[in-house]
């Protein structure tokens, strides 16, 4: 199946610092990414929809100005948490869209854990 | 309610046997299903996708949806220590490579050798 990397897999950081997670489609080009966002014990919950080159869709609820994501190719989307506070410590994952031939999937990255201490 | 229910478990069973893990949804707008398996601290990976009633089988996997009940089931027969893990179900609107997806909360399972 493709892969879909993720950087750091892990990052500490302290309140009020802004943190950027990478999402990379390694073996294919991915127009759409998606960014989720997982608390202990709960399910994904999708933050935004971003697609190469344009502005990302985010859910309701989300801050925009809060999580920026920028997805200025088609192997590259980052998330950025902007004036990290510690609620905003979460497992972050992204997916990607593989539109290939046979079938069109999304595949996850293996996860970024954030701390906010 | 929720759009997509699913028991947390946690639920052991002992290896070889059969497990039987289920989501039911609420929205008859629905037409795709998946189910996702997650190890600790790692992404989701994709076992099966269906966008049919009825049955389909990948190896030890079946996935088994019932639209007309809102029904979606995920059998996994001899069951191994390696499939401990959380098992996602998921469901979206249209086909799901481009589509939100909309998640249970997963059930946490365990085989015990």
């Known amino acids: 199946g493709a892969v879909v990397s993720q950087h750091p897999s892990w990052v500490i950081c302290k309140s009020g610092t802004s943190v950027k997670i990478e999402c990379r489609s390694l073996d294919f080009q991915a127009t759409t990414m998606f960014w989720y966002r997982q608390f202990p014990k709960q399910s994904l919950m999708l933050m935004a929809t971003s697609n190469e080159g344009s502005k990302a869709t985010y859910e309701q609820g989300v801050e925009k100005d809060k999580f920026l994501i920028n997805h200025a190719s088609l192997t590259l989307s980052t998330l950025t948490v902007t004036s990290a506070h510690p609620e905003d410590s979460s497992f972050y994952i992204c997916?990607?869209?593989?539109?290939?031939?046979?079938?069109?999937?999304?595949?996850f990255g293996p996860g970024t854990r954030l701390t906010v201490l | 309610q929720k759009e997509v229910e699913q028991d947390p478990g946690p639920l052991s069973v002992p290896e070889g046997a059969i497990v039987s893990l289920n989501c039911t949804y609420s929205n008859s707008a629905f037409q795709y299903f998946m189910w996702y398996r997650q190890y600790s601290r790692k992404g989701p990976e994709l076992l099966m996708y269906?966008?049919?009633?009825g049955n389909k089988e990948d190896g030890r996997f079946t996935a088994q949806v019932d639209k007309s009940s809102k029904y979606i089931s995920l059998f996994i027969r001899d069951s191994q220590p390696s499939d401990s893990a959380t098992y996602l179900c998921?469901?979206?609107?249209?086909?799901?490579?481009?589509?939100?997806?909309?998640f249970g909360t997963g059930t946490r399972l365990t085989i015990i050798p």
């Open positions: 269906t966008y049919s009633s």
């Open positions: 997916s990607a869209r593989d539109a290939g031939l046979v079938t069109d999937t999304q595949y």
């Open positions: 998921a469901t979206s609107y249209r086909n799901f490579g481009n589509e939100k997806l909309t």
